[in-house]
């Protein structure tokens, strides 16, 4: 029997997951354990561990520490807290494979560790490139100490090769949350009638979702808190309902809270987390997204939605015809929404094919777990 251990530290790779988690759990000849930690114990952020236990998944084990403060030496200390509190899974449970998925900073102890105990790691969406984040560094260093690799499409399999990865060791899969959005897309209960009621927002009203993650390697002179308001004056004349959803914990993300304090503008919903399944449905519904978020490069194509990707934040992936890039400027993004709006544009993108998977990526990623052999398997 194959025991393996899934670590999840936030609401962004949760929903990912969750369908790899199921099927896991239903598998006799798998043990599964999942982990969980990181911001998801954060009332602040919308203690989204909820989530989890409402889908009635068995929790193996909860590492919680505290999420205090955006500053460098506060995020160091808390992951200096997060080391030990991680050595105690380790040490205490009974697995051989571990699976990762993304390029979060929090994901480092649990590599390192791994690497300690001799762990196999199964890194999921390698390969890929975000140069306006440390990120892009941190997705590297996963993807130098995994064993296994299951990326999105084959311009991130070269790029994995390029880095010296065996093409043996690499698989184009696609993305895992196409699991997800082929449930939503095909459950016509999920309507904009329904999502909207459900979340109190005007019917009457063009909706986009507004997500804007702090630059860490920030290339311009503005703030983050700066970037922010020049985004908002883009918007405040709009007739456009923007739902806000809260910020991940990269240093400076408390400057978001800031930015709600400031404004006060009636078209403006923010929610702390929408959770993954009314992030997608809504994503079904909506006209656009704005901001520099990774849904609107990896999920926004698979629906056809628009996307306004500001910044170099999200520089380097591959981007669908559905992605608008700008820079930080009040002129090109009104230029940006007017085209997001129009229909020339949304007729155009709503042919274009989704590079990134289909119906088969559970599958595929369930086979290549079970063939593993990690007792003969060494990285070179």
Do not use: W
């Amino acid at each position: 029997m194959k025991k393996i251990a899934i670590f999840t530290t936030s609401r962004a790779d949760f929903g990912i997951l969750l369908p790899l988690i199921k099927k896991l759990n239903k598998l006799r000849y798998i043990k599964s354990h999942l982990f969980v930690g990181g911001s998801h114990l954060s009332k602040k952020r919308g203690e989204t561990i909820n989530e989890i236990l409402k889908e009635k998944i068995k929790i193996t084990h909860i590492y919680s520490t505290r999420l205090i403060g955006s500053t460098n030496k506060q995020i160091i200390n808390r992951e200096a807290e997060s080391l030990k509190k991680l050595n105690f899974v380790f040490e205490n449970y009974q697995f051989k494979i571990v699976i990762i998925l993304g390029d979060r900073y929090e994901l480092l102890n649990i590599v390192l560790l791994s690497l300690i105990h001799n762990k196999f790691i199964v890194h999921i969406s390698g390969g890929e490139k975000t140069l306006g984040a440390i990120d892009n560094q941190i997705r590297n260093m996963i993807s130098k100490a995994a064993n296994y690799h299951f990326v999105a499409c084959n311009n991130y399999k070269r790029n994995l090769i390029q880095m010296g990865e065996k093409p043996n060791t690499i698989f184009n899969t696609g993305i895992l949350n196409t699991e997800n959005m082929y449930s939503i897309k095909n459950n016509k209960k999920i309507n904009r009638l329904k999502i909207f009621s459900d979340l109190g927002l005007d019917m009457s009203m063009k909706t986009a979702i507004f997500s804007l993650h702090p630059q860490t390697i920030n290339d311009t002179k503005l703030s983050y808190l700066g970037q922010l308001m020049i985004i908002y004056k883009s918007l405040v004349k709009k007739n456009i309902q923007f739902i806000l959803s809260g910020t991940n914990i990269d240093p400076g993300h408390n400057d978001f809270e800031k930015f709600l304090k400031k404004i006060n503008y009636k078209n403006f919903k923010y929610f702390p987390s929408l959770g993954y399944y009314n992030y997608l449905s809504l994503l079904k519904n909506i006209d656009f997204i704005i901001g520099n978020s990774s849904s609107g490069i990896g999920e926004a194509p698979f629906f056809k939605i628009p996307t306004i990707n500001i910044g170099n934040r999200q520089q380097g992936r591959f981007k669908h015809k559905n992605i608008i890039n700008v820079d930080f400027e009040y002129k090109s993004i009104e230029q940006a929404i007017e085209k997001c709006l129009s229909k020339k544009f949304n007729y155009n993108i709503s042919k274009m094919k989704f590079h990134f998977g289909n119906k088969k990526v559970l599958f595929k990623m369930i086979k290549i777990i079970k063939n593993i052999n990690y007792l003969n398997f060494k990285k070179k």
